[in-house]
């Protein structure tokens, strides 16, 4: 009802106004001059005199063009002055793109998948992390034995604890290989040694029980040779059969630490032009890092025949006691000055049908190249 | 920017509607208390600008005093202090000391409103002027009056110039002279060319008097609205817009009579278009109850046919104008 009655009078002032519009009326005697117009188009001016000034303008078709006129333009230079402050804010009008309903329409969603993805690999990650960490706890849950630590008290303080962690073994092994550097002192020097050197470096390999007691047998093939299995030989065999995936994980590590500290000890071995200490240790190391990387059976490189210690180096072997600075004699399988030779020296003929191939042997300070 | 040459194209504007704030015809009305007023206004005025051009108080107070007197003395003799003191510290202090100093003939304040506001009075010219040509003619005219004058040796603040009081700003005060003088000159143009128009104008400005119209034949439309003319309804209700409130009569005949927007009226009255809306539906409402009041109470109409001619007289309208209604923009 109201808004039809208001629509009767909409009507009703519209065609009043049409009616009226044909009356210009200057009759007003006072029109508002530039600085009340303006002031009035701005709405700065006191209450009473608005009013004043509004009751004119109702009269006034003049002064109402003016105003009218005037208000259009003020709007307009009102929106031109924002535009010039928004203008110099190139960055926040960057930040509201970024925040209009199209974009994140479509980057909202993303951003939630990102964020899901993220959170499920986070959680993969953490589960991995845990298992290892699982893992590692088993393992060092069982007592490590201080037997490995201080093996002169190990048997007595705790029998039972005999099974080192993988950790404690790699760093013996790590130990063993820097040898050179921190020989063990409790070690029995069951080489023989060829010089006074090399009998005092011989106790940088701590395994006398790797020594084998027939030249015809090669080294037993197990993880016994490492450091920890010298200094507990019943703990190598427990070890041996508790062989498990994360500890063969852990000897591979071990295993490449190995073979960069072979490759060390071969340059060096190479610069000092194999000093006998170098040449006792060498088969220990090549030893423990074949032995190392094929898990059980890695000796295929060296050999120990008739109490000499061999190492095959581009498919010659070689006594590690070998100095190449000294003269050697070249022979021939079955030559004269062989035969000759080993009628002499039945030990060496006993080397060179063992080891196949080309032989370099040192015997009595002498050097022989058997071909 | 150098300050652009008297043109020769000076129009003969008449500043008849002028009312300087010079402070010259008031400066003997004002009481001394409120003259200490001014004098502490004009001191803080002075501080808070950010470039006085080196004037002193007693440059600035008739100015003041002006303004003072013009917008709030003579709708209230006693108008509280308080609110004298808040009207001087709400002046743009900077723009009236540029305009004094330039009043002044301060060179530097010449040049300095000259590159400021050559773009706002081009601005202007162009949006009041029909081409491009009458638009440069226009804001020639207005550098020539503000210069022009201010060239004046006589001692005399008879420059344009004396004028602006400083409540609103320079850039408005230069837009509203610019769109008065265009108004001048357009009327003064329009009395030069006489035209039959004007006759039919003159005679349609009779009908508005309530002459009525014998020499033409009335269209059908026409012979509607003089039916409705002819009503007490038609009288009523301009009685009823004549006793509105002057901002609701305002609204009425920016609405109504001038065929602006509710944007733009409500721009004039300084509200928001939404604003306005309401505003005209309450005055809608109002009228209605006006009209009935005089109908019922002056013209012995009762309540039922108050009513229903409303409803006659809107349905002819309707039919009558729908084109014409069609073509409004709303």
Request: glycine share 4%; net charge negative.
């Amino acid at each position: 009802m109201k808004q039809e009655t208001n629509n009767e009078m909409d009507l009703l002032l519209r065609r009043l106004g049409r009616r009226d519009e044909t009356t210009v009326s200057n009759a007003a005697d006072d029109h508002l001059d530039a600085d009340e117009l303006s002031a009035y188009t701005e709405n700065v001016l006191p209450a009473a005199a608005r009013a004043r000034y509004t009751a004119h303008l109702t009269e006034c078709s003049r002064c109402r063009d003016l105003i009218v006129q005037l208000s259009s333009s003020i709007g307009v230079i009102a929106a031109s002055d924002m535009a010039k402050v928004a203008e110099p804010s190139v960055w926040r009008k960057f930040l509201a793109s970024l925040f209009t309903p199209m974009v994140l329409r479509y980057a909202a969603p993303a951003l939630g998948l990102i964020v899901v993805a993220a959170i499920g690999f986070m959680i993969v990650r953490r589960d991995q992390s845990d298992q290892h960490v699982t893992q590692v706890t088993n393992t060092e849950t069982q007592p490590s034995s201080p037997a490995v630590e201080k093996p002169g008290a190990a048997l007595n303080d705790s029998p039972t604890k005999t099974e080192p962690s993988p950790d404690t073994r790699v760093e013996k092994q790590s130990r063993g290989l820097q040898a050179d550097s921190s020989p063990p002192q409790n070690a029995a020097p069951a080489v023989k040694s060829v010089d006074d050197d090399a009998s005092k470096d011989a106790a940088a390999q701590p395994k006398p029980e790797q020594q084998p007691a027939s030249a015809n047998e090669p080294p037993p093939p197990k993880p016994s040779a490492a450091p920890t299995a010298a200094e507990s030989p019943h703990t190598a065999d427990t070890e041996v059969s508790k062989s498990e995936v994360k500890e063969l994980r852990v000897a591979g590590r071990s295993a490449e630490r190995a073979l960069q500290a072979e490759r060390r000890q071969d340059k060096s071995d190479f610069a000092r032009k194999a000093k006998p200490a170098d040449q006792v240790s060498a088969p220990a190391t090549g030893s423990v890092a074949n032995l190392q990387r094929d898990g059980v059976d890695l000796s295929a490189n060296t050999r120990t025949v008739a109490g000499r210690h061999f190492r095959k180096r581009g498919g010659v072997w070689i006594d590690t006691a070998y100095d190449s600075s000294k003269d050697s004699v070249t022979l021939t399988r079955g030559s004269e000055q062989y035969r000759a030779l080993v009628a002499d020296e039945p030990a060496i003929k006993n080397i060179a049908d063992t080891l196949e191939g080309e032989i370099i042997v040192v015997w009595k300070d002498h050097t022989y190249r058997i071909r | 920017m150098a300050a652009p040459a008297l043109p020769h194209c000076v129009s003969a504007v008449d500043f008849e509607h002028q009312t300087r704030v010079d402070g010259d015809r008031i400066g003997s009305t004002v009481k001394p208390e409120i003259d200490k007023l001014l004098n502490d206004g004009a001191a803080r005025l002075l501080a808070r600008a950010s470039d006085n051009r080196s004037l002193s108080r007693e440059l600035l107070l008739p100015r003041l005093t002006a303004g003072v007197e013009k917008y709030l003395l003579k709708d209230d003799p006693n108008t509280p202090h308080t609110d004298i003191s808040k009207f001087i510290d709400e002046l743009q202090a900077d723009d009236l000391c540029l305009i004094i100093a330039c009043e002044r003939g301060d060179e530097h304040a010449w040049t300095d409103l000259v590159e400021r506001f050559t773009p706002t009075v081009r601005s202007a010219a162009r949006s009041a002027s029909k081409n491009e040509d009458a638009a440069e003619d226009l804001a020639q005219s207005i550098w020539a009056e503000l210069y022009g004058l201010r060239a004046r040796k006589d001692g005399m603040p008879a420059s344009k110039l004396a004028y602006y009081s400083g409540r609103g700003s320079l850039a408005g005060w230069l837009r509203a002279v610019v769109a008065q003088l265009a108004v001048d000159v357009f009327r003064k143009q329009s009395r030069l060319v006489q035209t039959e128009e004007d006759t039919d104008l003159e005679r349609l400005a009779r009908v508005a008097e309530g002459q009525p119209i014998v020499a033409r034949i009335p269209t059908p439309e026409e012979s509607v609205s003089n039916r409705f003319a002819q009503t007490d309804m038609q009288q009523a209700l301009h009685q009823s817009v004549q006793e509105l409130p002057a901002e609701d009569r305002l609204l009425v005949k920016l609405y109504y009579f001038d065929n602006l927007r509710l944007r733009e009226a409500g721009a004039v009255l300084g509200v928001h278009e939404a604003t306005a809306s309401r505003r005209l539906t309450r005055i809608q409402t109002d009228l209605r109850k006006r009209v009935t009041k005089i109908l019922v109470d002056e013209r012995g109409w009762t309540q039922a046919e108050t009513e229903r001619s409303f409803a006659e007289v809107a349905q002819h309208l309707e039919t009558d104008l729908e084109s014409l209604l069609s073509k409004e923009a709303l």
